[in-house]
T-cell receptor, first 115, second 111 residues
Framework: KAGVTQTPRYLIKTRGQQVTLSCSPI?????VSWYQQTPGQGLQFLFE???????NKGNFPGRFSGRQFSNSRSEMNVSTLELGDSALYLC??????????????FGPGTRLTVT | GEDVEQSLFLSVREGDSSVINCTYT??????LYWYKQEPGAGLQLLTY?????DMKQDQRLTVLLNKKDKHLSLRIADTQTGDSAIYFC???????????FGKGTHLIIQP
């Protein structure tokens, strides 16, 4: 089975721009969660989608949003980028029948640099 | 809110056992996890334990859970150079938010 894939792997954006990151979960997995990883704050939960609905949300501003498609692929969007948004964005997939599914599998991440 | 604490570094000799410790504060934790992250890579799920278990063994990995003290440990037997990585402890609390991670323990292997 293919693992979780994330595109693009690296991205450089300018302050004020917006960005869209994509995640394809493991085949058969219906839940996708997003996390932000920075040296200062570590790993922080952004949100989780299950069956095209946002099921849970972490403590991030409204500039961070996401969606999930009928094939379980997910995108997250960050608008009006700030320097502090520079981070590794990780996507995790799980079966998701009941939150939380106890096995979450992570993709390699998208490294976003904001200049 | 919930908090997960780990020491930042652990140095062990190749062939010895490594023990990585973690403490957490959420008494309603349901699952506790250990993830491994190598440079430039995402997180690899190593093992997990349900909160009503005391121990779980999986090949070279042994997880011990002391629920009373909210202490979790990961023991890696016969540590190899390929085990060099950052190890994250994470917990899933009773609330609906995602996993809460520790800051990670850098495991350094000495030849």
């Amino acid at each position: 089975k293919a693992g979780v894939t994330q595109t693009p792997r690296y991205l450089i954006k300018t302050r004020g721009q917006q960005v869209t990151l994509s995640c394809s979960p493991i085949s058969g997995h219906r839940s996708v969660s997003w996390y932000q990883q920075t040296p200062g704050q570590g790993l922080q939960f952004l949100f989780e989608y299950f069956s095209e609905t946002q099921r849970n949300k972490g403590n991030f501003p409204g500039r961070f949003s996401g969606r999930q498609f009928s094939n379980s692929r997910s995108e997250m969007n960050v608008s009006t980028l700030e320097l502090g948004d520079s981070a590794l964005y990780l996507c995790a997939s799980s079966l998701g029948e009941r939150f939380p599914s106890y096995e979450q599998y992570f993709g390699p991440g998208t490294r976003l640099t904001v200049t | 809110g919930e908090d997960v604490e780990q020491s930042l570094f652990l140095s062990v000799r190749e062939g010895d056992s490594s023990v990585i410790n973690c403490t957490y504060t959420d008494s309603s934790s349901t699952y506790l996890y250990w993830y491994k992250q190598e440079p430039g890579a995402g997180l690899q799920l190593l093992t997990y334990i349900f909160s009503n278990m005391d121990m779980k063994q999986d090949q070279r990995l042994t997880v011990l859970l002391n629920k009373k003290d909210k202490h979790l440990s990961l023991r890696i037997a016969d540590t190899q150079t390929g085990d060099s990585a950052i190890y994250f402890c994470a917990e899933k609390g009773g609330g609906a938010d995602g996993l809460t991670f520790g800051k990670g323990t850098h495991l350094i292997i000495q030849p």
